[in-house]
């Protein structure tokens, strides 16, 4: 597709349970971000990739998150026995490079029962 | 500390009539600034991106300046249509793309 393609769309889980966020970029684009917003709130963010260079993780707000971004492409975003306050839509964005306008998918509603 | 600003109260404005939308910042210096729109349940899309060394951008209807001086960037919505409602995004780069908690934009018709 010509966009960032984020699935599942939405994803109801109960407390404790691990979630698997995944995020198929725009072919080409060396950068890849995730954010988190919720209801009424501003996009936080949670982890940066570009290109080869070691991920920017300074936004994953604790250990139980993670993201790894497979062979330039594809990113999963990882999240171990889920809280509550990890309700949220979670964002992915790609683009060619820092200073490029992001483009953006339409999210993962994830509610943790 | 460093902040971010954009209008938190709706902006109702009459189809037709300008629209502007403020975006403020503290402690920072960005080497540019972009906005974005978005819409209930997608994801933001990118409007327009001005550089500190440009004054004003425009785009069709839309405009944007940069006063560094200030610490503002101004968005504008000439001639606007009920179909231009949805919340505006301001990002600003200092060293990753920090975001505004956006202003949302009603035009009546």
């Known amino acids: 597709g010509a966009g960032v393609s984020q699935s599942p769309s939405n994803k109801v889980t109960e407390k404790g349970k691990d979630v698997e966020l995944r995020c198929d970029p725009i072919s080409g684009h060396t950068a890849l971000y995730w954010y988190r917003q919720s209801l009424g709130q501003g996009l936080e963010f949670l982890i940066y990739?570009?290109?080869?260079?070691?991920?920017?993780k300074s936004g994953l707000p604790s250990d139980r998150f993670s993201a790894e971004r497979t062979g330039g492409s594809v990113s999963t975003l990882t999240i171990q026995r889920t809280q509550q306050e990890d309700s949220a839509v979670y964002l992915c964005a790609s683009s060619l490079g820092d200073d490029q306008p992001q483009h953006f998918g339409d999210g993962t509603r994830l509610s943790i029962l | 500390s460093q902040k971010i600003e954009q209008n938190s109260e709706a902006l109702n404005i009459q189809e037709g009539k300008t629209a502007t939308l403020t975006c403020n910042y503290t402690?920072?210096?960005?080497?540019?600034l972009q906005w974005y729109r978005q819409d209930p349940g997608r994801g933001p899309v990118f409007l327009l991106l001005?550089?500190?060394?440009?004054k004003e951008k425009r785009k069709e209807r839309l405009k944007v300046t940069f006063d560094t001086t200030l610490k503002q960037s101004l968005f504008h919505i000439t001639a606007s249509q009920p179909a231009d409602s949805a919340t505006y995004l301001c990002a600003l780069d200092n060293d990753k793309i920090i975001f505004g908690k956006g202003t949302r934009l009603h035009i009546l018709p």
């Open positions: 990739f570009q290109g080869n260079s070691a991920p920017d």
């Open positions: 402690n920072y210096s960005p080497a540019y």
């Open positions: 001005i550089r500190e060394n440009e």
